[in-house]
């Protein structure tokens, strides 16, 4: 036995539904002897004839009619997987997983996801959060294909694909004695932040940050979202992207302090993969919208 293809399954299947041989061969474009063929093989498979010739008129055999449900399940599970191939080829099919640090999974990378989702919607999404660290390891266990992280890194085997640079600024609770000045000094800022959280946004940053409040003695780090609680409590200063600000400075929860002196800050993060292999076409659609929500909201 050579075993049953496609072709003699659609033959089977056309002839059933257009009742002649004839009919069956024009639609698939084959000669009327190679319907034939095609028939007689898939018969010889199935063990006996699935149609009776007699007559004007095809009638299934008892054999063809219990035959008949499973060819056509065959057929449509077979144009299903091609249509999948299809859509994975095209980026528009298959499963992303994606790593990213906590404070970078609002903002624009939220927009990018809205937007996949919208223009995919037949695409799995898995997004797992983690520090550099954690980022990396998913890299080289291959948990994960793209990653964002904070630059910058130290991994010589690890790719950038996109850079995304985000102005830090000074936020403050709304009640916050300083919000009620708008602009202030660095020693205003020094004195009366009570305290200024210090958030590890890169060696820069930080090291400005300790310098700020290393003569006041408070120095107390904090992840960002925690210092992003904090304010919302109503206690203390700190530098914030408008990522994760955003909402609280429109709803008026949180002000923007205008600081003399301050040096322009920013936290840059990376998105990056393993090597320089090509990636899957779904992985490639989702970096492709990255950089375009990116260019939206932030220079890169």
């Known amino acids: 036995m050579k075993g049953i293809d496609t072709n003699q399954l659609q033959t089977f299947d056309q002839i059933v539904r257009l009742g002649s041989f004839s009919k069956a061969a024009r639609v698939l474009d084959i000669s009327q002897p190679t319907i034939s063929a095609r028939l007689r093989q898939l018969e010889q498979e199935v063990g006996g004839a699935l149609l009776l010739r007699g007559g004007s008129r095809l009638e299934l055999t008892e054999l063809g009619r219990s035959f008949l449900p499973y060819a056509r399940q065959a057929l449509a599970v077979l144009s299903k997987g091609v249509e999948t191939a299809r859509l994975a ?15 970078l999974a609002a903002g624009f990378f939220a927009s990018a996801l809205a937007r996949v989702r919208e223009e995919n919607p037949q695409l799995g999404i898995a997004v797992h959060t983690g520090h550099n660290r954690e980022i990396v390891e998913m890299l080289y266990d291959g948990f994960i294909k793209i ?93 914030l992207t408008r990522a994760m600000a955003g909402r609280a400075l429109m709803s008026g929860e949180l002000v923007e302090l205008q600081v003399d002196g301050m040096p322009k800050l920013s936290r840059k993060s990376v998105l990056v993969q393993l090597g320089r292999d090509l990636l899957p076409p779904a992985v490639e659609e989702f970096v492709r919208l990255f950089r375009e929500e990116a260019k939206l909201g932030y220079n890169s």
């Not at 080829?89 to 404070?103: A, D």
């Open 89 to 103: 080829e095209q980026g528009k099919r298959g499963q992303v997983v994606i790593g990213t640090l906590p404070t």
């Open 147 to 239: 990653g964002f992280m904070i630059w910058p890194y130290l991994n010589a085997d690890i790719t950038t694909l996109l850079e995304v640079e985000e102005p830090l600024f000074v936020a403050v609770p709304a009640a916050h004695p300083l919000a009620q000045r708008g602009k202030v000094t660095l020693e205003e800022l020094k004195e009366e932040a009570n305290p200024f959280w210090l958030i590890d946004w890169g060696h820069e940053v930080k090291g400005w940050q300790t310098l700020l409040i290393r003569e006041l003695g408070t120095e107390i780090e904090v992840p960002p979202q925690t210092a992003l609680d904090l304010l919302l409590r109503g206690q203390g200063a700190a530098l």
